[in-house]
């Protein structure tokens, strides 16, 4: 009974071969472990210095909820990384081929925001499912958005998300 489902910037084929996961996946499938020692020192800093070193990270974007400081402090728990990377690891020999035969089944249902910079699903992977696929809502970011949105344009992105989906709300 799914109305519509939103894939947002979506890794959803190809991890490892994209730019980002060229860069990624030796340090996630191989020196994983390197992290922990650090990540295990760094929990024992008090939680201010930590939300201090964070906010220092996250410095350049042009507004950082404060939410995504909070969040970020658990990325001080070796338990929290340990699974994190392994996850990531997992993607990156996983998330191989897009899932075509899905797609075309939930083509109605579906739609696809992709980026014009996002270095985990690059452009070309937007022209290639739009070909394949045209008659799908299948969309290319024009306000220069992130792959990691939600760092500092997460109520852009639900008000836009809140707009295409308007036509199916009014049906609940």
Not at 105 to 129: A, M, R, V
């Amino acid at each position: 009974q799914v109305l519509r489902s939103v894939l947002l910037f979506p890794t959803i084929e190809r991890m490892a071969q994209s730019p980002q996961g060229k860069l990624m996946t030796p340090l996630l499938c191989k020196l994983r472990y390197v992290l922990y020692m650090p990540v295990y020192l760094l929990s024992f800093l008090p939680e201010g210095v930590k939300a201090s070193l964070v906010r220092f990270a996250l410095r350049g974007m042009k507004t950082c909820d404060e939410s995504s400081i909070t969040t970020s402090i658990n990325l001080f728990s070796v338990d929290c990384i340990a699974n994190i990377l392994y996850m990531a690891s997992q993607e990156m020999m996983k998330v191989v081929e897009r899932d075509s035969t899905t797609i075309k089944q939930n083509l109605k249902k579906l739609i696809f925001y992709y980026g014009t910079g996002d270095s985990w699903c690059p452009q070309h992977y937007y022209d290639e499912i739009k070909m394949d696929f045209p008659d799908g809502d299948i969309r290319l970011c024009e306000k220069g958005l992130r792959h990691a949105f939600v760092l500092d344009a997460s109520k852009e992105m639900a008000a836009m998300i809140t707009d295409w989906l308007q036509d199916d709300l009014t049906k609940l």
